[in-house]
């Protein structure tokens, strides 16, 4: 399953952008005003939001201004969750997330609508920065 949200311009450079979304306690504040549990644990973090199972998400991949990449710790859901930043100018840039996951059809069609909905929340929160 692949979901794109949406491509959003931020009046932050990349490199500004990039620095906020490495430091993970800042995702803090980017999650929806739902999440009941956030802790930022050296690489990873783990969040729950009302009603869900608690995640937790470490970096696999960072390529500097440009790319960030959360992948799940437990193999039983294997996902990832891409933040793409492109720069504009020097005081803006692009950025758009990507979630990509394998899970069955059932599973999928439970959960495409959430995390469609939870990717939206975050692209709209970077977007506010």
């Known amino acids: 399953m692949n ?3 949406t491509k959003i311009t931020s009046q932050k450079s990349a490199k500004e952008i990039y620095s906020f979304l490495i430091e993970l306690s800042n995702f803090e504040r980017l999650m ?9 644990d050296g690489k990873s973090f783990i969040f ?21 990449t959360l992948g799940a710790a437990s193999s039983k859901l294997p996902f990832t969750l891409s ?37 939206d929340t975050l692209t709209d929160n970077i977007a506010k920065l």
């Open 3 to 5: 979901i794109e949200g």
């Open 32 to 40: 929806p005003e739902n999440t009941e549990k956030f802790e930022v």
């Open 48 to 68: 729950g939001l009302k009603g869900m199972p608690e995640i937790r998400l470490v970096v696999k991949e960072k390529i500097e201004y440009s790319n960030i």
């Open 83 to 119: 933040a793409n930043i492109e720069e504009s100018s020097d005081k803006s840039c692009t950025v758009q997330l990507s979630f990509l996951g394998e899970f069955n059809a059932m599973m999928a069609m439970m959960i495409k609508k959430p995390l469609t909905k939870f990717v």
